[in-house]
């Protein structure tokens, strides 16, 4: 009986270590952005760049760790 996924295991972890510090540095950037950007119509508008890029980058790659620690658990 063949497996119905043909990516190796290690495959997988290395999705789930890449994409979890991607987002990790993608939070913390937001986060930087936050604490650094100046208070006024330019910082706004940066931190309003930050929110949307990076923010939505790294739910993205969350979930995409998300998604291979699930394959590693149900592949056992």
């Not at 290395?14 to 006024?40: R, T």
């Not at 910082?43 to 980058?57: F, K």
Request: proline share 3%; with cysteine.
């Amino acid at each position: 009986m063949m497996k119905q996924s043909q990516i190796p295991r290690m495959q997988y972890w290395v999705l789930l270590v890449v994409f979890s510090l991607c987002a990790v540095a993608g939070i913390a950037s937001v986060v930087v952005a936050e604490i650094f950007m100046p208070h006024n119509v330019g910082g706004n508008l940066g931190r309003l760049a930050m929110y949307r890029y990076m923010g939505t980058g790294a739910i993205a790659w969350a979930c995409i760790a998300v998604w291979a620690g699930y394959k590693l658990k149900i592949n056992c």
